[in-house]
């Protein structure tokens, strides 16, 4: 699973650096990103939560292939 944050939609609640602060950052500016690439399978389930849970509805989760 790969997780991105849109940086245009991202509004900086940080409700999925709370959930998940092992794959979520607050960068200076107040927003959030994914950390590394893949997410480790121990997270994928706490991610897809921090996913639906967003209110700006901002990450973005790709499964691979
Ligand atoms: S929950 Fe959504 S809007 Fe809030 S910091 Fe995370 S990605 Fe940004």
Avoid: N, W
């Avoid at 500016?29 to 849970?53: L, R």
């Amino acid at each position: 699973m790969i997780a991105t944050v849109d940086d245009d939609a991202c509004a900086g609640h940080g409700v999925c650096v709370a959930l998940c602060p092992e794959v979520f950052t607050l960068t200076d500016d107040g927003y959030a990103q994914a950390v590394g690439t893949e997410v480790p399978a121990q997270f994928h389930e706490v991610v897809t939560e921090a996913a639906a849970s967003c209110p700006e509805r901002a990450i973005h989760l790709k499964e691979e292939s």
